[in-house]
T-cell receptor, first 112, second 115 residues
């Protein structure tokens, strides 16, 4: 069964204090790994897609990396507006399914 | 602003009411999805439509009835819901099978409360 585990569940940072969020996955053939940001009362906002081990993507203060077993979302010098829940999801290659399997998310709070 | 539009944003209904949730996208996507999200939980897949045909039903109770009138629209018809059905209902779309492993794009959801 495909599984996604995110850690930590919650993370509090001071503004400017860099850190990383982890997403470990077990999947029968990875088609893609996706990072989303979700603000309270809103839908998930797409951030990155990673397809193969060694791949990296960057956007402003965020950088996503991928290995064969896990992905990291690195946050450099975060600001209070980066506070949100970050969701990781994987899509398996089996059966050509469009189905995403989500982790439970990491709630990030950045204090000024 | 998201490119997937959901209406209404909020809905309060009694257990005997019939209502519908609506979702619209104009990105030319051919796969559309309904998710249910409870507080502090990740989205749970309910249905997938691919090229206007239902391709995945995650054993959802029959009181939820999806409909895809065309490639841009997705409805979720609700009838005789239970209090535990109160949640944020999210719609998403993606280019569709055979068009690469593209991300799903989500709307901001309908917050549903069952009295």
């Amino acid at each position: 069964e495909d599984q996604v585990t995110q850690s930590p569940e919650a993370l509090r940072l001071q503004e400017g204090e860099s850190s990383s969020l982890n997403c470990s996955y077990t999947v029968s053939g990875l088609r893609g790994l996706f990072w989303y940001r979700q603000d309270p009362g809103k839908g998930p906002e797409f951030l990155f897609t990673l397809y193969s081990a060694g791949e990296e993507k960057e956007k402003e203060r965020l950088k996503a990396t991928l290995t064969k077993k896990e992905s990291f979302l690195h946050i450099t010098a975060p600001k209070p507006e980066d506070s949100a829940t970050y969701l990781c999801a994987v899509q398996a290659s089996q059966g050509g399914s469009e189905k995403l399997v989500f982790g439970k998310g990491t709630k990030l709070t950045v204090n000024p | 602003d998201t490119e997937v539009t959901q209406t209404p944003k909020h809905l309060v209904m009694g257990m005997t009411n019939k209502k519908s949730l609506k979702c619209e996208q104009h990105m030319g996507h051919r796969a559309m999805y309904w998710y249910k999200q409870k507080a502090k939980k990740p989205p749970e897949l309910m249905f997938v439509y691919s090229y206007e045909k239902l391709s995945i039903n995650e054993s959802v109770p029959s009181r939820f009835s999806p409909e895809c009138p065309n490639s841009s629209l997705l409805n979720l018809h609700l009838h005789a819901l239970q209090p535990e059905d109160s949640a944020l209902y999210l719609c998403a779309s993606s280019p569709g099978a055979g068009r690469g492993n593209q991300p799903q794009h989500f709307g901001d959801g309908t917050r549903l409360s069952i009295l």
